[in-house]
């Protein structure tokens, strides 16, 4: 079975920067697709960025693309979340998951595999 651990979630002002990180570990040891999720206050979980591990290809909600970048560091077996102009409306619980089969990430319904999450919250 294979297990997520988030780290990183911090109060942090509106306009400034956060790097969530996520440790893979487990069986099956790579997962194809690794992805961020969200939940705010009163609202879904939706799918924030995404990354296809085998040639790094990226993926990006609306709302994000331009301020997040989502980036894997494969020796670490790690993904990270780097958070830049970040906004109150970014203020969420945040989900690394993985989809270990999948051929493409931005399917967000198809993730299976979840970890715990990582509060993060912006002041404005």
């Known amino acids: 079975q294979m297990y997520l651990m988030e780290s990183g979630g911090d109060s942090v002002q509106a306009g400034g920067s956060l790097r969530l990180s996520c440790a893979a570990s487990?069986?099956?040891?790579?997962?194809?697709?690794m992805g961020w999720f969200r939940q705010g206050p009163g609202k879904e979980r939706e799918g924030v960025a995404s990354?296809?591990?085998?040639?790094?290809?990226?993926y990006y909600a609306d709302s994000v693309k331009g301020r997040f970048t989502i980036s894997q560091d494969n020796a670490k077996n790690m993904v990270h979340l780097k958070m830049n102009s970040v906004k109150p409306e970014d203020t969420a619980i945040y989900y690394c998951?993985?989809?270990?089969?999948?051929?493409?990430?931005?399917?967000?319904?198809?993730?299976?595999?979840w970890g715990q999450g990582t509060q993060v919250t912006v002041s404005s």
């Open positions: 998951a993985a989809n270990p089969i999948a051929q493409i990430c931005d399917i967000w319904s198809h993730y299976n595999v």
């Open positions: 487990g069986y099956p040891y790579r997962s194809n697709c």
């Open positions: 990354i296809y591990t085998r040639n790094g290809n990226t």
